[in-house]
């Protein structure tokens, strides 16, 4: 095996076992063991465990933001990028199980990047971008944006994880609830929310 395709078969084990075990549950030795190579190759090629979960995570960080970034700049209506949004986070659900596994796992202590939350926030800020200009063509206070952008993203995200487990619906009809929910409570939306609380 040369070093290159050394390195690709341990990212490989490593994204196994980070998705079975989580980080905290996986060991070198077990990532060796699993690629029957001796330890200090694992640590020549990634300096430990820490780096190898890094390259695992920022290539599936990278892959599913390139399908959600894909589909959100597509021509279609707004509808339209909402719904190929959905799709996206599901299609990457579906294809890299693993991956979406390690993701939505807390990162390990001291890191900064690559958990599921700041991932949610890159993606919520490119949805603003979309909300705020259907806010401004239906006549809605466009500053309101970001918090739209959190409360759709948050919604796809957390029922791709439901979905995950689930398996009960099938992707497009999953999608298509989803689109449901939130285009035709968007298309309600009132110019001032307030709570009705107060008699």
């Known amino acids: 095996m040369t070093g290159e395709q050394r390195r690709e078969q341990l990212i490989e084990v490593g994204r196994k076992l980070f998705a079975e075990k989580g980080f905290e549950g996986t060991t070198v030795e077990e990532i060796a063991h699993k690629a029957d190579v001796s330890k200090p190759v ?70 900064a990047t690559g958990s599921f939350a700041s991932l949610i926030s890159d993606i919520a800020t490119q949805v603003e971008h979309i909300l705020a200009d259907e806010f401004k063509r239906k006549k809605l206070d466009p500053k309101a944006a970001p918090i739209y952008a959190q409360m759709l993203v948050g919604m796809v995200a957390l029922t791709g994880q439901w979905w995950l487990d689930s398996r009960k619906f099938k ?24 709570l009705r609380l107060d008699p």
Do not use: C
């Not at 599936?60 to 949004?85: H, K, P, Q, S, Y």
């Open 42 to 111: 694992v640590y020549e090629h990634f300096g430990g465990k820490e780096g190898l979960y890094a390259v695992v995570v920022d290539r599936e960080i990278r892959m599913l933001l390139d399908g959600i970034t894909t589909a959100l700049t597509a021509e279609a209506t707004a509808r339209g990028l909402v719904e190929r949004a959905a799709l996206a986070l599901l299609d990457y659900i579906e294809g890299s199980t693993d991956g979406f596994r390690i993701l939505v796992r807390d990162s390990p202590p001291g890191q």
């Open 171 to 194: 992707k497009a009809d999953v999608a298509a609830h989803l689109v449901n929910l939130s285009w035709n409570g968007l298309a309600g939306l009132e110019a001032k929310p307030r």
